[in-house]
């Protein structure tokens, strides 16, 4: 066939199932070659940069540089079958590392990049779900529930929006798209303004409530259930 020859593949009748291949020719070459998974035609391939978080290294005499981070570009699928992280479009509100991934709280998503990959958000293949692919799940909640702040415990990462507190969590050994999932925790405003700590067995966080302020004191926060929160400024 020739070289970057580009098909797509309709299986059933449903789309969800659909994927495109190109063809790779031998020495970059028409004829002989092999047939790869490719992105579908038209579909937005990267990330801009320049508005997405950046990274700051140290360099070896002891200056440090910041600079735009090398996002990986979308390689298979289209929207549908690979789509955009939902990040897209809204603020990101915090960065946290956790499980391996690189994660980011957005609205009331949480993603997670590929474990190990920290500057790749699109999956492996479009043919299958993988343990391998990024995590893009939604805390729900009676009332909206857009997420600030996040701390990692035993029981999982400790998600804080404005009026409740989430666990993302598994229950299996490996974090994987279909072995995630958050948990309601608790209900206690606390001030978006001022982070959460933690204070090595327990984490703090400050409520603002009605203009006065306490200071709470969380322990124990399980996978699921209600934890043991004292108000310490009693």
Not at 167 to 187: C, G, H, Q, R, W
């Amino acid at each position: 066939c020739h070289h970057h020859y580009r098909v797509k593949v309709a299986n059933s009748g449903a789309l969800e199932d659909d994927y495109y291949v190109r063809f790779e020719g031998s020495n970059d070459q028409d004829g002989q070659g092999v047939w790869q998974e490719w992105r579908g035609f038209g579909v937005r391939t990267t990330l801009d940069a320049d508005t997405m978080p950046h990274v700051m290294v140290r360099m070896s005499d002891g200056s440090f540089l910041v600079t735009p981070a090398d996002w990986e570009e979308r390689l298979v699928g289209d929207d549908l079958t690979n789509p955009l992280p939902s990040f897209i479009g809204t603020p990101i509100n915090n960065v946290a590392l956790f499980r391996n991934r690189i994660g980011f709280v957005s609205g009331q998503n949480v993603i997670l990049s590929r474990p190990g990959d920290f500057f790749n958000f699109f999956v492996v293949t479009a043919l299958a779900i993988t343990a391998r692919d990024p995590i893009d799940i939604s805390a729900s909640a009676a009332n909206p529930a857009t997420l600030y702040d996040t701390i990692e415990v035993n029981a999982g990462l400790l998600l804080f929006s404005r009026s409740e507190q989430f666990m993302l969590t598994t229950d299996n050994d490996i974090l994987s798209p279909e072995t995630a999932k958050i948990n309601f925790v608790s209900s206690y405003d606390y001030d978006i303004d001022l982070s959460p700590i933690t204070l090595g067995t327990t984490i703090a966080f400050i409520n603002d409530e009605a203009g006065n302020s306490r200071l709470y004191e969380m322990q124990n926060p399980p996978r699921e259930g209600q934890p043991e929160v004292i108000e310490v400024s009693k």
